[in-house]
């Protein structure tokens, strides 16, 4: 066994070859592997790969195609040998993150920010950049997750007070703020729950998807709709009996809107905060498979979008809410989209909740009911010593026979272990095992399936060992064969062991309408392998973000679709819970007749800590990230019969907007005792919301604040 360690690690050298390797993402040296019509069909469902030839984009076959093994001919579907460089040369794209010991230039249209940045560039030009002695690492954008929330029905009758039994003048009403809303689906920013005195109180929407109009200076797509715009639109509808979307229209207004929802319940009229102005970035999530293939739908956007909100709010507080999530990386913070994120908090008067996600259910709770198979994401556990296994089971489902997409999966663990890896396909052989520092890029199975496997050492962002797995369909430039579906075995054998410890996370792709009723639904661990934990979206990982975790209150617990934590690292994550489930809020581009619609997710739960947390900087515009989080836990009240400790599905308990407002008047407020006297030893007061807002006036009179922020 020794020697095959041996063998692997020896074989690892400093060549450019070697750092051209190890300076990349496996999935990017994958995806140099592919001609370019393997790669046009791959771009269907990789958002951060994109081919700039429309003609060849229409020519392939779309991943609905797809046909099962067994159905396949015989000739033709080898993998081809070689690359067809200067092709993929002249058509694939990819969009990735970068980190740099230097300061990286900036490009315009992209994200600088020091050593990190965002590119979209050849992959000749990755693979040029990967040479370069200052480069640390290059890795794709990842795939953003769609908002599932559980729909219900629309009504005519507003909601009733989102915080009852407080009133107005307890919380404010969070007027000078900007709430920021980074979401999906389009904004009904003409609907009444968001218009005052005739005009709307959106301020601007940065549509990512448009494809004409006018544009803000500096944006490379999409357009704004300016207030001036929506106020135009306004005046001149209800001139020639129109809706005022049809003058301002966006690229995407799904009745029902997922983002209009979201936006109604932080900051909507009857929200939390009801007269803070509002503005919106409406994310492209392309459904047209020409479109995913010719355009970058990735994590990449959301970052613009929190440039664009608080370039926009400039030394004004804001409070933005994404509603949105990401699986990929380690679960730890540690991705260079969290840490740059976490960067861009560290200035007072910002602040940023992301949904925990919905991957929380891990098992049916009706005969019908499929939303397990969006739960069992995670698994963990851990090798006691060398010599010993452990096995995974991966349930590959598509439509029950095949599946079209590209199946992934990460396992992370430490960095004093080393395992090897081996995977058995349904009813075949095992492949491997592959030793640290070796890979397998594309093996073909007999049923044409492709296997790619990764056992990569110290990676560059936190120093863990990965290992990554790709199942891959064949891509012929008239034809797509499936990945069988079946439970496929990842065998993880433990070759030096010191700690054991594991996790493993499966890149989950959303379900594939095939247009005739049917799906292809994603991967997921058995239940055998399924551990129900550590499930939070990885973007709400960070340190410095306030990851939401959905409260069932009916039931007096966390919704069963809510994702738990804690990290990899074993930080406390979620944060907090606040109500969401079946939240009434507005029915964007809906039935002017029911105006409002019935909704279940923690994309209902984190805008409502979000609007929150815009009182708070409306009482306190200079507090920071870090104090704003501090304050919420501090503040968190236990369900009846739980306790103050954190709980993996509710964090450190349900958000209470009255004591994070009365908490925040105060947090910077610091008290000088009288020097005639020195106080004599008592017991230290108990402080009560009685005494929090009622200090005696010799104290008052010593009360010191720090100076709010001055413009530049």
Not at 67 to 79: M, N, R
Not at 138 to 159: F, H, M, Q, V, Y
Not at 527 to 551: E, F, I, K, M, P
Not at 581 to 591: E, L, P, S
Request: proline letters at 7%; one cysteine or more.
């Amino acid at each position: 066994m020794f020697s095959d360690i041996r063998r692997g690690l020896d074989a690892m050298s400093d060549s450019w070859q070697n750092v051209v390797l190890r300076n990349q993402h496996p999935k990017l040296r994958m995806f140099a592997n592919c001609d370019p019509d393997v790669s046009s069909a791959k771009s269907e469902v990789q958002p951060a790969l994109r081919v700039t030839n429309t003609k060849l984009a229409a020519s392939t076959p779309p991943l609905a195609t797809a046909i099962a093994p067994e159905e396949a001919p015989v000739s033709g579907t080898a993998k081809k040998h070689g690359v067809d460089v200067q092709a993929q040369r002249q058509t694939v794209e990819v969009s990735v993150f970068v980190r740099s010991t230097e300061s990286l230039p900036p490009v315009a249209g992209q994200q600088t920010l020091r050593g990190m940045a965002t590119r979209q560039m050849t992959l000749d030009e990755v693979y040029d950049l990967a040479r370069d002695a200052s480069t640390i690492f290059i890795e794709p954008a990842d795939a953003l997750k769609l908002p599932r929330p559980i729909k219900g029905s629309t009504s005519g009758t507003a909601p009733a007070r989102r915080v009852p039994g407080v009133t107005p003048a307890q919380l404010g009403d969070g007027k000078g703020m900007l709430i920021g809303i980074i979401d999906v689906e389009g904004f009904d920013w003409a609907h009444p729950d968001f218009l005052a005195g005739g005009k709307s109180r959106f301020v601007s929407i940065w549509d990512q998807g448009a494809k004409v109009g006018r544009n803000r200076k500096g944006l490379k797509r999409g357009r704004v709709i300016s207030a001036a715009d929506m106020q135009t639109a306004l005046t001149d509808a209800a001139k020639i009996h129109v809706s005022p979307h049809d003058l301002e229209p966006q690229s995407q207004m799904v009745v029902g809107s997922h983002g209009t929802h979201v936006a109604s319940i932080a900051a909507g009229n009857g929200g939390l905060c009801r007269v803070a102005e509002i503005a919106a970035v409406l994310i492209a999530l392309p459904e047209d498979e020409i479109d995913r293939r010719t355009s970058f739908y990735d994590s990449t956007c959301l970052l613009d979008a929190v440039y664009y909100l608080l370039d926009l709010a400039g030394e004004r507080p804001i409070s933005i809410n994404i509603s949105l999530g990401t699986n990929g990386h380690a679960h730890d913070g540690s991705s260079i989209l969290d840490r740059w994120i976490d960067a861009l908090l560290s200035e007072p008067g910002r602040s940023i909740c992301i949904a925990a996600g919905n991957a929380g259910q891990e098992r049916p709770e009706a005969p019908d009911d499929l939303g397990y198979m969006m739960g069992r994401i995670h698994a963990s556990g851990k090798i006691d010593a060398q010599g010993l296994d452990h096995i995974l089971e991966w349930q590959v489902v598509g439509d029950k026979i095949k599946d079209a997409s590209e199946n992934e999966l990460e396992i992370w663990y430490e960095p004093q272990d080393r395992f090897a890896i081996s995977i058995r396909p349904p009813d075949g052989d095992w492949i491997g095992p592959v030793l640290p520092g070796e890979f397998l890029e594309n093996h073909q199975l007999p049923d044409r399936t492709l296997i790619s496997v990764y056992n990569e050492l110290h990676h560059p962002t936190n120093g863990a060992n990965y290992i990554a797995a790709y199942l891959t369909p064949f891509f012929g430039s008239n034809l797509i064969i499936g990945v069988p579906a079946g439970v496929w075995q990842i065998r993880l054998h433990g070759l030096i062991i010191r700690d054991g410890a594991f996790h493993a996370w499966i890149e989950r792709d959303d379900p594939a309408d095939l247009g005739d009723g049917s799906y292809f639904w994603p991967s997921f661990f058995t239940d055998a392998s399924h551990v129900d934990t550590s499930s939070v979206s990885a973007l709400a990982c960070g340190q410095r973000v306030v990851s939401v975790a959905n409260l069932d209150e009916p039931n007096r617990r966390a919704h069963i679709t809510s994702s738990q934590g804690p990290t990899r690292d074993g930080r406390l994550k979620p944060d907090i819970t606040a109500p969401g489930t079946r939240i009434v809020a507005a029915n964007g581009f809906g039935d002017p007749d029911n105006l409002w619609i019935e909704m279940t997710g923690t994309s209902m739960a984190s805008p409502y800590v979000a609007g929150v947390i815009g009182l708070m900087l409306a009482a306190e515009p200079t507090l920071t990230a870090a104090q704003i989080l501090g304050i919420i836990k501090a503040t968190a009240r236990p369900l009846p019969g739980s306790t103050y400790q954190w709980a993996n599905d509710l964090g450190f308990g349900v958000i209470s907007p009255e004591a994070c407002v009365a908490e925040a008047s105060r947090a910077l407020v610091r008290t000088e005792l009288k020097k005639s006297a020195a106080p004599a030893v008592a017991a230290p007061p108990v402080v009560t919301a009685s005494t929090q807002r009622h200090r005696s006036p010799a104290r008052a009179a010593l009360t010191t604040r720090r100076p709010p922020r001055t413009a530049s």
